[in-house]
C-alpha cells in the first residue's frame, strides 16, 4: 500500500509540483523509508524502484516545475535506498551535482548587503531587508534611482529602490553617500541587476496579463491600455486626453527619466522619474515591443 502511495505520488510529480513536505509524508508513511532501508539484498528491487521513484519526482520538480532547489532537496531521500547500488548512487550522485550547478547559475545575478544589524538581499525568493520580506511571485511594483545634490564642494549621492507588494506593502532600500562612490554605485548596480533579473519578470507579466484583460492601469501621469497609452495634454485652458497607440509610441531612458511621446503629436509627451514612480521602466519595455 505505501508504494502505491509513492508510485502515486511520483504519476502526478509532473503536473502537480510536489512538495518537501508530502514527499517526506509519503516516505514516512508506515516507516517505508526506515523498512526499505534495512532490507537486506534480496530486496534490492524493491529499494531500486523507491529511489527510482523518487528521483522522477525529483526531475519533475526541476523540468516541469523550474525549482531546482526543491529537486536537489528531494533527490535527497532517494540516497537512503541506494546502498546497494553502486551505479545507482552514482546516477544520484550526478544528478546532484548537475543540480548544484543549475541551482549555482541561476543565483549568480542574486545581490546581498548589509547595512548596520539589518541585512539587505533581492534573490530567487524575492526582496528582504532586515524584517520585511516580499516574495518575487508577490512584487507588483518596482521603481529605482540615483538621486544628485551638491551642497557646497560635498556631492552627494542618494541610492533609492523600492518594492511593491501585496496589500500596499513595500521594502524601502536606500542609502547616501559622499565617499567611495564607484564602490557605492557598484552596490547599487548588483540590486538593480538583480531586481531586473528576479522581481521585473513577474511584474511586468502581471502588468501585460491586466492590459491584455482590457484593465486601464495608472503610471504616473499616463493611462496604459490594451490598446495603447493615453496622455494628458495641456491646452490654453484645460487639458485635454489624447491616446497614442502602442504602434506610435516613443520611449528613452535619460537622466534617470523614461521619456515617453508620441510619434506623430509633438505634444503628447510624458516623464517618468523612475525613482519616483512605480513601475515607470514597464512602459519603457511595453514602448520598446518587449
Same mark, same amino acid.
Given at each position: 500500500?505505501?508504494?502505491?502511495?509513492?508510485?502515486?505520488? !511520483?504519476?502526478?510529480?509532473?503536473?502537480?509540483?510536489?512538495?518537501?513536505?508530502?514527499?517526506?509524508?509519503?516516505?514516512?508513511?508506515?516507516?517505508?523509508?526506515?523498512? *526499505?532501508?534495512?532490507? +537486506?539484498?534480496?530486496?534490492?528491487?524493491? #529499494?531500486?524502484? !523507491?529511489?527510482?521513484?523518487? =528521483?522522477?519526482?525529483?526531475?519533475?520538480?526541476?523540468?516541469?516545475?523550474?525549482? &531546482?532547489?526543491? &529537486?536537489?532537496? $528531494? *533527490?535527497?531521500?532517494?540516497?537512503?535506498?541506494?546502498?546497494?547500488?553502486?551505479? *545507482?548512487?552514482?546516477? *544520484?550522485?550526478?544528478?546532484?551535482?548537475?543540480?548544484?550547478?543549475?541551482?549555482?547559475?541561476?543565483?549568480?545575478?542574486?545581490?546581498?548587503?548589509?547595512?548596520?544589524?539589518?541585512?539587505?538581499? $533581492?534573490?530567487?525568493?524575492?526582496?528582504?531587508?532586515?524584517?520585511?520580506?516580499?516574495?518575487?511571485?508577490?512584487?507588483?511594483?518596482?521603481?529605482?534611482?540615483?538621486?544628485?545634490?551638491?551642497?557646497?564642494?560635498?556631492?552627494?549621492?542618494?541610492? #533609492?529602490?523600492?518594492?511593491?507588494?501585496? =496589500?500596499?506593502?513595500?521594502?524601502? $532600500?536606500?542609502?547616501?553617500?559622499?565617499?567611495?562612490?564607484?564602490?557605492?554605485?557598484?552596490?547599487?548596480?548588483?540590486?538593480?541587476? !538583480?531586481?531586473?533579473?528576479?522581481?521585473?519578470?513577474?511584474?511586468? &507579466?502581471? $502588468?501585460?496579463?491586466?492590459?491584455?484583460?482590457?484593465?486601464?492601469?495608472?503610471?504616473?501621469?499616463?493611462?496604459?491600455?490594451?490598446?495603447?497609452?493615453?496622455?494628458?495634454?495641456?491646452?490654453?485652458?484645460?487639458?485635454?486626453?489624447?491616446?497614442? +497607440?502602442?504602434?506610435?509610441?516613443?520611449?528613452?531612458?535619460?537622466?534617470?527619466?523614461?521619456?515617453?511621446?508620441?510619434?506623430?503629436?509633438? #505634444?503628447?509627451? &510624458?516623464?517618468?522619474?523612475?525613482?519616483?514612480?512605480?513601475?515607470?521602466?514597464?512602459?519603457?519595455?511595453?514602448?520598446?515591443?518587449?
Amino acid at each position: 500500500m505505501y508504494k502505491r502511495q509513492l508510485r502515486k505520488a !511520483a504519476g502526478e510529480s509532473e503536473n502537480t509540483k510536489p512538495t518537501l513536505a508530502g514527499v517526506q509524508s509519503v516516505l514516512s508513511n508506515g516507516r517505508l523509508d526506515e523498512i *526499505l532501508s534495512l532490507l +537486506p539484498l534480496a530486496f534490492y528491487g524493491e #529499494k531500486q524502484e !523507491a529511489a527510482t521513484l523518487v =528521483r522522477s519526482m525529483s526531475i519533475d520538480a526541476h523540468n516541469h516545475h523550474d525549482d &531546482a532547489d526543491l &529537486a536537489k532537496a $528531494i *533527490l535527497q531521500f532517494a540516497f537512503a535506498f541506494t546502498a546497494t547500488s553502486p551505479s *545507482l548512487q552514482q546516477r *544520484l550522485k550526478d544528478d546532484a551535482k548537475a543540480l548544484d550547478e543549475r541551482i549555482a547559475a541561476a543565483r549568480k545575478d542574486e545581490a546581498h548587503l548589509r547595512f548596520g544589524d539589518a541585512a539587505c538581499s $533581492i534573490t530567487r525568493e524575492g526582496v528582504r531587508f532586515g524584517q520585511k520580506f516580499i516574495s518575487a511571485d508577490d512584487a507588483s511594483a518596482l521603481r529605482w534611482g540615483t538621486v544628485v545634490t551638491q551642497s557646497g564642494a560635498v556631492r552627494s549621492f542618494a541610492f #533609492k529602490m523600492a518594492v511593491g507588494g501585496p =496589500r500596499g506593502s513595500e521594502v524601502k $532600500i536606500e542609502w547616501t553617500a559622499t565617499k567611495d562612490l564607484d564602490a557605492q554605485r557598484d552596490h547599487f548596480g548588483k540590486l538593480i541587476n !538583480a531586481a531586473l533579473t528576479y522581481l521585473m519578470p513577474r511584474i511586468f &507579466a502581471s $502588468i501585460k496579463e491586466r492590459l491584455d484583460n482590457n484593465q486601464r492601469l495608472k503610471i504616473g501621469d499616463l493611462v496604459l491600455t490594451k490598446s495603447g497609452v493615453e496622455f494628458a495634454v495641456q491646452g490654453w485652458f484645460t487639458s485635454k486626453t489624447v491616446v497614442c +497607440p502602442w504602434s506610435r509610441l516613443v520611449s528613452s531612458l535619460e537622466n534617470g527619466e523614461v521619456q515617453i511621446s508620441d510619434s506623430q503629436n509633438r #505634444k503628447a509627451t &510624458a516623464r517618468l522619474a523612475m525613482h519616483e514612480v512605480d513601475n515607470a521602466f514597464v512602459v519603457h519595455l511595453l514602448a520598446q515591443g518587449a
